[in-house]
């Protein structure tokens, strides 16, 4: 006996890295699962990992109509919403100002920003009705602090996705419905490709690993429902920006 079983879980950008891990780690504990991400031939092939009875739900969760969509199609074959993974995410390789163009900015605030508030408005509706719920949503620890690394534009909409976060527990916690903004360090998952300066195995093997971020969203999962993580921030031991602000003393 899993301590979700009976819950269902909707987790988007699954078809690698966090929303992988994730998926496998909440149906570990039981869960029934919903994926979503881009890719449907990724997704299939998480499913099929994962063993069971797993809806896929491809879709590009950065337009307007695609959150709500699935979610209706989620509430007409299972019946409701326990949980949210709010993962989807991306970034570019231009993204300092001096390169970021218009369709950039778009294309990381829509894939970052929108597209959670997007699946937010999607599942609030079906969480009030049924008493409660879950949303676990990857920020980023440039979602909290400011810095070059990952560029104004991805900051912006992580900073963003924070806010969100803690307005979800100011407006619906007397719904029973709980929200968490979990802000990782570096993690070592496909993003890292676009970045501009690439990184090597060694540096890749010293950050947080998808894994770990699972098992902090199985934990925040299966906590009880009087209980709210409204912030966690986890960064790796060997954490860069600090071994960095060391060398230049």
């Not at 408005?121 to 980023?140: E, F, N």
């Not at 934990?219 to 060398?247: D, F, G, K």
Request: charged share 15%; with cysteine; aromatic share 4%.
């Amino acid at each position: 006996m899993g301590k979700l079983d009976g819950s269902i879980a909707w987790v988007t950008g699954a078809g690698s890295g966090i929303g992988e891990a994730a998926a496998h780690a909440l149906a570990a504990e039981g869960a029934s699962l919903v994926l979503t991400g881009r890719r449907e031939a990724k997704l299939r092939e998480v499913a099929a990992a994962i063993g069971g009875s797993v809806l896929v739900e491809p879709g590009d969760l950065s337009l307007a109509q695609t959150a709500g969509a699935i979610a209706g199609r989620i509430l007409e074959q299972l019946g409701r919403i326990d949980i949210l993974v709010n993962n989807a995410g991306l970034n570019i390789l231009a993204r300092d100002w001096a390169s970021l163009s218009p369709e950039g900015s778009d294309q990381v605030i829509g894939g970052n920003l929108a597209s959670a508030f997007y699946c937010v408005a999607a599942v609030l509706p079906a969480m009030r009705a049924q008493g409660g719920g879950l949303l676990i949503h990857t920020a980023s620890m440039a979602g909290r602090f400011v810095g070059p690394l990952s560029g104004p534009a991805y900051t912006a909409a992580k900073h963003g996705v924070v806010a969100m976060s803690h307005s979800i527990n100011m407006e619906e916690c007397a719904h029973g419905i709980r929200s968490t903004a979990l802000c990782p360090g570096e993690v070592a998952t496909p993003i890292l490709d676009q970045r501009p300066v690439k990184l090597d195995a060694e540096t890749r093997a010293r950050m947080l690993q998808p894994g770990d971020c699972a098992e902090l969203i199985r934990m925040i999962a299966c906590l009880p429902a009087h209980v709210c993580i409204n912030e966690l921030l986890v960064t790796p031991t060997w954490n860069r920006s600090y071994i960095a602000a060391q060398r230049r003393r």
